[in-house]
């Protein structure tokens, strides 16, 4: 969104928002649930929230499970992580 918090005149919304989507995304953006679940709570310094999730292997262009787990907690105290979040489509 612009910084004037004002979406441009030409904006088309539905361009994005599956029909039956129960609110516009100018709902979901002034709910303040929303807005606090994309506001970071943490701090520089501050241990990151823990979380587990399964590891892949793409190594062939393919998603095979390896039947490893990956836990940040156990991590961390190993050593400093960072994570990258992303996409390349």
Do not use: N
Not at 17 to 41: C, G, W
Not at 48 to 75: C, N, P, Q, R, W
Request: net charge negative; charged share 30%.
């Amino acid at each position: 969104m612009p910084e004037s918090g004002k979406l441009p005149d030409d904006f088309d919304w539905r361009a994005f928002t599956p029909e039956d989507s129960p609110k516009t995304p100018m709902e979901v953006m002034s709910d303040p649930v929303h807005r606090d679940l994309s506001t970071a709570a943490l701090a520089v310094g501050d241990d990151a929230y823990d979380f587990s999730s399964v590891v892949y292997d793409y190594s062939d262009g393919s998603e095979k499970v390896t039947g490893e787990m990956f836990h940040l907690g156990e991590i961390t105290r190993e050593k400093p992580v960072a994570l990258i979040f992303g996409s390349y489509t």
